[in-house]
C-alpha cells in the first residue's frame, strides 16, 4: 500500500467548535474555495467509482455555492463545471460517499433508530461523508483540511452520533481506499 503524504487523522474534536471559532482558525476558508491544482487521477477513479456504484458522474451548471449534488433516483452524480479537477475529485468522493452511506436510506423507509435520525439529520449525512472524503483525499496524497475541517464543522452541532457514524465513516473509506489506491 502507498504511504500517505500527510498522516491519516480524523480530528473530531475540531468538528465540535462555534462558528465564531471556526472562522478565527480559518479566516480564508469560504464554501466556495476552489483547489487551484491539477489532479491527475480524476478520470481513472471517475471510472472506478462509476463501475462501483452504478451511478453516472458528469459536470453540470449547479446552484451558486454547490459543488457536488447526488440523485438517487437517477443515479447520477453531479460535480459544478466550474470546478477544477482537485475540487471535482473531493467533490466526487464526497457524493459518491453519500451514495454508499445513504442510499438505502434515501430510497427505503429506515429500519433503524439511527437510520431515522440519518433520515432526519442532514447535519449527519453531510459530516459522514466530507469525513470520508477528507481520509480518502489524505490516504491519496490530496491535503484538502483547509476545505474539509471548516466544513465538517459547519455541519457538526452538540449531537451523540458521533461514534455511530465513525465506524461508518472507516468503513466506507477504507472500501473507497481499496478501489483508488494503486492510483
Known sequence: ????????????????????????????????????????????????????????VQFANLEKGATGKCSYESKTIL??????????????????????????????PPTNDFEKLLVAKQSIREMEAESVSYIVCTR???????????????????ESYLAQSLKRITNISLTIIQLLDDL
Not at 482558525?25 to 463501475?51: G, H, M, T, V
Not at 453519500?98 to 436510506?105: Q, S, W
Not at 490530496?142 to 455541519?155: K, M, Q
Open 1 to 56: 500500500m502507498k504511504q500517505p503524504k500527510h498522516p491519516l487523522v480524523f480530528g473530531a474534536s475540531l468538528s465540535l467548535i462555534s462558528h465564531k471559532q471556526k472562522v478565527a482558525l480559518y479566516p480564508k476558508w469560504s464554501s466556495q474555495r476552489s483547489y487551484k491544482a491539477d489532479c491527475q487521477i480524476f478520470e481513472e477513479a471517475k471510472k472506478r467509482l462509476e463501475n462501483a456504484l452504478g451511478y453516472s
Open 79 to 108: 460535480i459544478s463545471e466550474t470546478s477544477d479537477s482537485l475540487q471535482a475529485f473531493k467533490t466526487m468522493i464526497h457524493e459518491c460517499a453519500h451514495v454508499f452511506l445513504h442510499e438505502r436510506i434515501r430510497l427505503h
Open 140 to 158: 491519496l496524497g490530496i491535503d484538502c483540511s483547509e476545505y474539509s475541517f471548516p466544513y465538517i464543522a459547519s455541519w457538526k452541532k452538540k
